[in-house]
């Protein structure tokens, strides 16, 4: 057993660190109010190696592990998580599922630029009809013999409107059920592939979510990636790796509004002191401490699962479920030791308190990391 970082994690988390303070932490309540996406801030991190973390350096990325993910993650996700959730999409849904799965004229066409952040990826599992349930695809692609035609549309898409890289789940097959399913690399400005207007959401405002439509989308064959009826179990294990991103961002989450929280009570004064040292808040304070702490332990743990090549379906759901949780309950807390001022924009934890909620729902809501969770320790 050893809790320590090693140095090398030490100086990922410190760049990290320095690059959301100086770069991600101006501009970030602008671009929460316009529903800006950060353009510019995503070449940057592009340039620092975070579109394609755990790629291999053959490919582009920077060949390092899931501890050093998640610890980006945390740190990027403290001030910035619009502009988390587009690294944790790229590195951890595309990239990860293009390089584990795809062939090796996939990963030279695609993955190499979406590594180095010349490409950005998109993930379109989620559909009007299939949120949770993920089997009931109602889009279709119909196999023509070189290639598949596409219909259907796609909802919620994260980066769905700025991705160049499109991995689409569809139904090959109905009478399959989920072994009939297939995922697909479309690009952008493939004929008949059309994206909807931006949504206008409660948090990570700065990320990019769109519907998307499929209108008979030609899409060659070589495109599929694996075989056959491969598609569900393609997603399935791909967001087992994507709970592990967002697990950390809803960490990065809850710790940056803990910390704004702790700062806010050593300087506010009320009844003649600071309020951290009213027992109202100071135990608040323990609580986010004790919660985060134990949360970051289940992140790390399903990131060293990942790393030693041990089945982390489970340990990614636990970490996402309880993380999630610890971010929407301690950004809560976090506004309520701000008082008045927590309401405010300017002091950042009504922002992190709109932003945790979506950790709950995106990559499999927490009811479904309960089924996840449930039905590994019955099974097992
Ligand atoms: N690895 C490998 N195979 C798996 C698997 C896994 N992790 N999970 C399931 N399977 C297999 C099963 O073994 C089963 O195979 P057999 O038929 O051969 O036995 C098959 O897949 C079907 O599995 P289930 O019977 O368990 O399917 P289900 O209909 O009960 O659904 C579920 C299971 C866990 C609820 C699943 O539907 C699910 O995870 N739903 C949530 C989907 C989700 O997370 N969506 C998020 C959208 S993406 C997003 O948010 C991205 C973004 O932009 C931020």
Redesign the pocket.
């Given at each position: 057993m050893d809790f320590s970082l090693s140095e090398e994690h030490i100086m990922i988390r410190d760049a990290a660190r320095e690059f959301a303070q100086t770069e991600l932490l101006p501009g970030v309540i602008e671009r929460d109010i316009k529903q800006e996406f950060p353009d510019a801030l995503v070449r940057k991190m592009a340039n620092l190696g975070f579109m394609g973390i755990m790629v291999d350096p053959k490919y582009g990325g920077s060949g390092m592990d899931a501890i050093s993910y998640v610890l980006i993650m945390e740190e990027l996700s403290k001030i910035d998580a619009s502009a988390s959730?587009i690294v944790s999409?790229n590195n951890s849904?595309v990239c990860y599922g293009i390089e584990a799965y795809g062939t090796e004229a996939q990963k030279e066409k695609y993955l190499t630029k979406l590594a180095t952040g010349e490409s950005i990826g998109a993930?379109c599992?989620?559909e009007p009809e299939a949120?949770?349930?993920?089997?009931s695809q109602k889009t279709t692609a119909i196999d023509k013999g070189d290639h598949y035609i596409i219909n259907g549309t796609k909802n919620?898409?994260?980066s769905g409107g700025r991705a160049d890289v499109y991995l689409v789940i569809a139904q090959t097959d109905r009478h399959k059920g989920?072994?009939g399913i297939n995922a697909f690399i479309v690009e952008k400005g493939t004929e008949g592939f059309h994206t909807g207007p931006k949504e206008d959401k409660l948090g990570i405002r700065g990320s990019d979510t769109h519907t998307l439509q499929f209108n008979d989308v030609k899409v060659p064959k070589e495109n599929r990636i694996g075989d056959d009826g491969f598609g569900?179990?393609f997603a399935?294990?791909t967001?087992?790796g994507?709970r592990i991103g967002i697990a950390a961002q809803a960490l990065g989450i809850a710790q940056g509004a803990y910390e704004l929280a702790l700062k806010y009570s050593k300087e506010r004064k009320a009844f003649g002191t600071e309020i951290c040292n009213h027992q109202a808040i100071a135990f608040k304070l323990a609580d986010m401490h004790t919660e985060i702490a134990a949360a970051r332990h289940l992140v790390m743990k399903a990131a060293w699962d990942k790393d030693q090549g041990n089945n982390y379906?489970m340990s990614s759901a636990m970490a996402k479920l309880y993380a999630s949780k610890v971010a929407m309950e301690h950004t809560v807390e976090a506004v309520q030791i701000h008082g008045g001022n927590g309401f405010v924009k300017e002091y950042h934890v009504e922002r992190l308190m709109r932003d945790a909620k979506i950790t709950q729902i995106?990559?499999?809501t927490s009811e479904?990391q309960k089924?996840?969770i449930s039905r590994s320790i019955i099974r097992d």
């Open positions: 959730v999409v849904l993930f599992l989620s949120g949770s349930d993920a089997t919620w898409i994260t989920s072994h569900f179990r399935m294990k967001l087992s994507g379906d995106y990559e499999g479904i089924i996840v």
